[in-house]
């Protein structure tokens, strides 16, 4: 048996590269980037206006000048055909490019305008300054500096910024191939007839969904019952992928033949068993291949838990990118603590100042799953019950 904190460093020791690819601009969002960006020009790549109004030259209004003829009207993304001299100004637009000849913008609440010339109004004190309302060229970032650098999850900011430096294909990390077994006599697929005694396969839908978020899709899935010969035939298919996940029969029940299979296949075992509640009977090893392989106890929220703090974790390190620590928050009420193992717990991180919410489940087998849950708490082993406002350590899910 292994502590959580263990186990969790055996997987993370195990990463590998599942290689890269390059992919459309279209298809980025939610992926690894696995190149650096750097600026292809200045940004922004010329003066612009941050503001409607009129671009003229600072020194006019240091000599006293209020009146301005108004010599052209600049949109975004024209160019100026005309230069302004001494009393001369541009009626200008946010976006538009200010031309080298003004230096200063300002803003049409700031003057009395009228059909061709405007009147600067008068203020004190003057708020007049070079390059007011305008952003200089070059002032966010300069031509060919490192703008993302990598391992990067394309998010919408990131998709944005791609998309200013004109890239239409990034190269990505490759997404692991991965296969899920599910097992067990008594499990039924959702809209098959269930006996009094049987129940419905949540796990295949629940990872489905936790793999999605991750964008993520199953490349292979099957379901078995639990019998050896047809549980061997049907993993040997699946030890090629860079990740199994097996889930039910790792427990100690006479119908729990998983790790024995594992084994005979050649699976070498990482560890059986985690000092933590939900997932206690989890077992881990690496496929002759050099696949993962997780085989979790069949009850859902230990493969949620399971997912949420081995799974995805070692996806994210084989990604390059750095695992998310837990974070800290007050709870928002007293918890008992159960068992001498690590408890992992279904909260919502809510309000201002924020704490953690506890989202009813009734153990491991409760099939809420904690639902509406956005993060798991720890309630560590060797520490006793948690009072309500203590400090409780989670791993946020988003
Ligand atoms: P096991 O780890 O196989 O002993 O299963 C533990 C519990 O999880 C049992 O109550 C199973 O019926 C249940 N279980 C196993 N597989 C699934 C599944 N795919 N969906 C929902 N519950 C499951
Ligand atoms: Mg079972």
């Known amino acids: 048996m292994v502590s959580f904190q263990e186990a969790q460093d055996i997987v993370l020791a195990q990463v590998r590269s599942f ?58 993304g024209s160019q100026a055909v005309s230069r302004i001299g001494s009393g001369e100004c541009y009626k200008i637009m946010t976006g538009a490019a200010v031309p080298e000849d003004a230096d200063l913008v300002i803003r049409r609440e700031d003057v009395r305008e009228g059909e061709k010339e405007m009147e600067v109004g008068m203020k004190d004190p003057e708020p007049w300054r070079p390059y007011l309302n305008i952003a200089r060229q070059g002032e966010d970032l300069r031509a060919g500096d490192l703008v993302i650098e990598m391992p990067c999850r394309c998010d919408p900011a990131v998709m944005g910024l791609l998309a200013t430096l004109g890239k239409s294909t990034v190269a990505v990390a490759r997404r692991p191939q991965i296969g899920l077994i599910t097992t067990g006599n008594e499990v039924v697929k959702p809209g098959d007839p269930v006996s009094p005694v049987q129940i419905r396969n949540s796990n295949h839908w629940m990872l489905m969904a936790a793999l999605r978020r991750e964008g993520l899709r199953l490349t292979s899935y099957k379901h078995t019952e639990d019998d050896p010969g047809k549980m061997m035939k049907l993993m040997e298919g699946f030890l090629h992928l860079d990740v199994l996940i097996v889930t039910g029969g790792v427990s100690a029940g006479d ?26 009977p989890t077992w881990c090893g690496i496929s002759p ?25 070692y996806i994210h390190a084989c990604w390059g990118l750095e695992h998310s620590k837990p974070m800290a928050l007050p709870l928002r009420e007293a918890r008992r603590k159960r068992t001498p193992l690590d408890e992992f717990f279904p909260v919502r991180i809510e309000g201002s100042p924020a704490m953690l919410t506890q989202m009813p489940l009734n153990g491991s087998g409760d099939i809420r799953l904690g639902m509406q849950a956005n993060a798991l708490a720890m309630h560590p082993a060797g520490s006793g ?10 791993y946020s899910f988003v």
């Open 19 to 76: 290689g890269t690819e390059e992919v459309m601009l279209d298809e980025a969002f939610g992926r690894v980037l696995a190149e650096q960006i750097r600026a292809d020009r200045d940004y922004p790549p010329f003066p612009r206006a941050t503001m409607d109004g009129y671009a003229l030259r600072y020194a006019d209004l240091v000599q006293g000048a209020r009146l301005f003829r108004v010599v052209e009207t600049l949109f975004a």
């Open 255 to 280: 119908a729990d033949h998983v790790p024995r299979i594992l084994s005979e296949l050649g699976v070498r075992r990482l560890f059986h068993k985690i000092a933590m509640r939900p997932g206690k």
């Open 289 to 313: 291949e050099g696949g993962m392989v997780f085989a979790l106890p069949g009850n859902p929220f230990s493969c949620l838990v399971n997912f949420a703090l081995l799974i995805a974790p």
């Open 385 to 394: 019950d948690l009072g309500a406002g203590a400090e409780v350590a989670f």
